[in-house]
Each structure stands twice: as structure tokens, then as C-alpha cells.
């Protein structure tokens, strides 16, 4: 229990103590109901413009441009940075090779997740779009169940 950064306790409660945990960069929830435990975890890496992943690579895109990156494994993730203003639509496709299964997030210059997607493309790949709401620089997320290559095309 030593990875527990936070945890707090609603006791004496019928139904028994809520119990919530930091643990590694996820986010833990316990409940006793009737002498039943109901546990509910999420992982802050794909919850919000936040995570807990490194971020390891990225750069620059443009619109009508395509990069590429490659990804070592699940705690990295790359950030690509474009100029948006309001009003203006995208197009975000992410194409992992082979097996590759990228998701991505579309974060607002105020590190609000405005859009996300994991497998709303053919296969596993990200197919996502967005009218941006204000004028800024505009990050790209991109990160991977388990590692592998991936081409970001933004239009």
C-alpha cells in the first residue's frame, strides 16, 4: 500500500466505507455494498488533458500535414502542437502499423480534452474531428495500448 498517494474514508455508513485511492496514475474506488465489494478503477491517461504517461516524443504538424512517431509501450505518449482559431474544423487520423492500437486526444490551449477517440477509424486506428473553439496552440495526444509505430495526419 505504499503507492497510495491519497485515501479517504467515509465511515460508519450502513452500506460500509467508500474508499478512494491514487495508485500509480489510477484511480481507484471501493465500496462495500450488502458485504459486496464494488471496485471501479480508470486510468488518468486517457480521463483528461492530464495523465501520468511520459511524454517521449512529438514536435510540430501543420494542417495538411502527416508525421510519424513511434511509441515504446503504454506509459509513453507524443504531443504534436498546432496553431488553431475559432471556428476552424479538423480532421485527426491516426494510423497505427500492423498491430498498432493509438488513441488520441485533441487538447485545447486552456488543457481542456475537447475531443478524444480510440478505434473510431478502420480497426484500431483514431478518426476524430473538431470545430476548435478559440484561437491557440492546440496539442495532439497520442499514446498506445502496448507500443508500436503510428502515422498522425491533420486536415
Known sequence: MD???AVLEKPERPRG???G???GGAVLLCL?????VVLAMGQ???LGAGDALDTTGGGTVGIG???TGEIADSSQAHDWFFEGVQGQFVLINVYGDGESDPRARLITPGDEVLVRDDDGGEGFDVYMSATLPADG???IRVDMFG???YTLTLE
Open 3 to 5: 503507492d497510495f498517494e
Open 17 to 19: 466505507p467508500i474508499i
Open 21 to 23: 485511492a491514487i495508485v
Open 32 to 36: 462495500c455494498v450488502a458485504g459486496i
Open 44 to 46: 488518468g491517461g486517457f
Open 65 to 67: 500535414e502527416s508525421v
Open 137 to 139: 496552440t492546440y496539442t
Open 147 to 149: 507500443g508500436g509505430t
